[in-house]
């Protein structure tokens, strides 16, 4: 983990489910959550919390919301000020009402701050009690196309608003659906504190038993947006054009993952997308998680201005620990200069309740290929229970006429446990500051040499260790007298020091006169010879082998028995039986025989000549003349003890049948 990352704690009365800054003031953080409808002793809240100082947080407002409706399931900060801040949240109305065909999903609150001086901005004072701020409920309303279905389940899972500039630009939101019988995206003016149907700009409406897995939402170059939705395996981009309220374009498809084999239409070994956030309005950060919970990856998906495809430029996985992400988000560490290069921060949560945090330094001017991640840290076990949101503060560059001061990153985490966990990140000036030097831009880590220089630079300094370590070796083996003298190394030594390291070798006859050596070595002659020994016998064994080998081999009949009847003379005259069998097999189109040196192995495939029946004999001795392997006045006796096997039992079936 990085080293100075200080981190405080707050335990609430409620899990949480939401979390998000307060753009304009990063001392303000706001959650949501609750035990939802129904549940005795748990209640729904927002709470706003300051987050001022590094080692302690604490509450500030606290938004009791009814325990007949839903509990806070997405949430942004809409508009903010120094004194109040407006926030959208996704709340199902009760059941009730649901099941009745109305359910305002998308409420808005105003949460008035405490006054400024009573805030707690000193690290070493804390006031003695807690100035609390007004709250005031402003509106609700319902953007998604009500259901027909029986059970009506469906809620906001998704709340994202466009990113609040200085230049008054106007703002939208999106809201994503969950549980619904089919998914859909709704894109809705959000520079009113009170959103309706008609502040709706476009609507997508996905397939059925299809969901959006995540949404974001950026400003476009020509005042409109962009909107960047997932499902499981695909990703798309919808343009909303400035003063446009009919959401007339089309979704753009951007990405799909490919199936792992393709010629399979099985979705279960597909990676599935988890989230996506813009860096640009023409690079996606994305985070899916593999098949079978065996990891997660990091993707950086470029966006052409053509109408076409987009292109994974960079893919990174996560730790091993890491199975599968849960939560992802963004932040942007500007440049006073918008030609100059910036740094994106990049946190994802994991399943194993750690955070992990990236860095991407990314240059305008170069092509999105080169770009790299880096990992700044992992923050381990950070909660006791499963994390549910993430989130950064935004950074402003401060002004350049003011009196430097440190300046940090804050990380927002929260879970089921009630816990919420902010994590305080310092910033560092780059390039660092001097006299000539101009205003530095902040960074979370100092961008480093790109991957091929790191290599480059490893390779060469292991060929400089291996070759010092060659160099010494060498020196030490002449200093012992070991090998001939190539670099005179036993100059370089004083006597002393060279009688002391340069001690002989020592022989097994006690000998320690290093000619030794060379006469114990056998001579470049006795060498050849041997080889040309080893050779000879192998090329003996070779010829033996193919000489047995030949005696197995396929030759006709009529000279196996003429060379059988020699080794029967040869041996014992009187001898009518021998071990060795002469096998003749009938393979259709002409007859084979071969030597066999045991009977044992050929009974089981073939008949001896005086065992077979009178028919078969008929038919072999047709087959043996028509082969020129036998006459008949040759006469039977010659072929007593040849064993017969093939097809010629059939030529005499149908020899006696004739």
């Not at 009365?13 to 002793?41: C, H, Q, T």
Request: charged share 25%; aromatic share 6%; net charge neutral.
């Amino acid at each position: 983990m990085a080293p100075n990352i200080a981190s405080a704690k707050l335990t609430l009365s409620y899990p949480l489910y939401a979390a998000d800054f307060d753009p304009k003031n990063n001392g303000f953080l706001i959650v949501g959550g609750g035990g939802g409808e129904g549940r005795s002793g748990v209640g729904n809240k927002i709470t706003l919390i300051d987050s001022t100082r590094k080692q302690d947080i604490s509450e500030v407002v606290n938004v009791d919301l009814s325990r007949d409706e839903d509990s806070v399931t997405s949430l942004a900060v809409a508009h903010s000020s120094d004194t109040s801040a407006t926030v959208f949240a996704g709340i199902n109305s009760s059941e009730a009402e649901q099941q009745a065909g109305k359910n305002e999903h998308l409420r808005s609150f105003k949460l008035e701050y405490p006054p400024r001086k009573k805030a707690r901005t000193s690290s070493d004072e804390a006031p003695n009690e807690t100035i609390k701020g007004e709250t005031k409920a402003l509106g609700r309303a319902s953007l998604f196309t009500p259901s027909t279905e029986s059970k009506k389940e469906t809620y906001q899972r998704v709340l994202r608003v466009s990113r609040q500039r200085k230049d008054d630009v106007t703002r939208a939101g999106v809201v994503a659906t969950g549980l619904a019988p089919a998914g859909e995206v709704v894109v809705f003016d959000a520079s009113t504190d009170t959103p309706n149907k008609g502040s709706i700009c476009g609507r997508i409406q996905l397939g059925r038993s299809e969901e959006a897995a995540d949404v974001d939402i950026i400003e476009g170059k020509d005042g409109g947006h962009q909107v960047a939705y997932c499902t499981d395996y695909e990703v798309y981009l919808y343009s909303l054009y400035q003063g446009s309220k009919d959401g007339a374009s089309r979704p753009r498809f951007l990405y799909s993952t490919p199936h792992p084999d393709v010629f399979s239409s099985s979705k279960k070994n597909r990676p599935k997308f988890r989230s996506l956030r813009f860096l640009t309005s023409n690079l996606l950060v994305l985070v899916q998680n593999l098949a079978n919970r065996s990891g997660a990856e990091v993707l950086l998906l470029d966006i052409p201005r053509s109408a076409v495809s987009g292109n994974i430029v960079l893919r990174k996985r996560l730790h091993r620990s890491v199975k599968s992400a849960t939560a992802l988000t963004t932040s942007l560490l500007p440049s006073p200069s918008p030609n100059q290069n910036i740094q994106h921060a990049i946190g994802i949560a994991g399943q194993d309740i750690s955070i992990t945090i990236l860095t991407l330094d990314h240059n305008p001017s170069k092509p999105p290929r080169s770009l790299k991640l880096r990992q700044h840290s992992v923050l381990r076990s950070v909660h006791p229970l499963q994390m549910t949101a993430l989130t950064f503060s935004t950074f402003t560059l401060p002004a350049t006429d003011s009196t430097p001061v440190p300046q940090y990153l804050k990380l927002a985490s929260v879970s089921m446990g009630a816990t919420v966990i902010v994590h305080t990140l310092p910033l560092t000036p780059y390039p660092p500051p001097s006299a000539h030097a101009a205003t530095p831009r902040y960074v979370l880590a100092f961008p480093g040499p790109s991957e091929t220089a790191q290599l480059g630079f490893s390779v060469l300094v292991s060929i400089i260790v291996v070759g010092l370590g060659a160099f010494l070796l060498q020196a030490f083996t002449e200093i012992r007298g070991g090998t001939p003298e190539y670099l005179g190394a036993k100059g370089w030594l004083s006597k002393g020091l060279h009688d002391y390291l340069a001690r002989p070798y020592m022989f097994e006859n006690g000998t320690v006169d290093m000619p030794v050596l060379s006469e114990r070595m056998p001579p470049v002659e006795r060498v050849r010879e041997v080889t040309d020994e080893v050779t000879r016998v192998v090329e003996d064994a070779v010829q033996s082998a193919q000489s047995a080998v030949s005696e197995n081999t396929i030759r006709g009949l009529r000279a196996l028995l003429s060379q059988r009847s020699k080794d029967q003379a040869e041996t014992n005259p009187d001898a009518t039986q021998t071990t060795k069998a002469i096998v003749v097999r009938d393979e259709s189109t002409a007859l084979s025989a071969e030597v066999r040196q045991s009977t044992d192995a050929v009974v089981p495939e073939g008949t001896r000549w005086e065992e077979l029946e009178e028919d078969v004999k008929e038919g072999w001795k047709r087959r043996l003349e028509e082969a020129g392997e036998w006459t008949v006045a040759e006469g039977e006796a010659v072929l007593k003890g040849v064993f017969f096997s093939g097809l010629a039992r059939v030529v005499g079936e149908a020899v006696a049948r004739a």
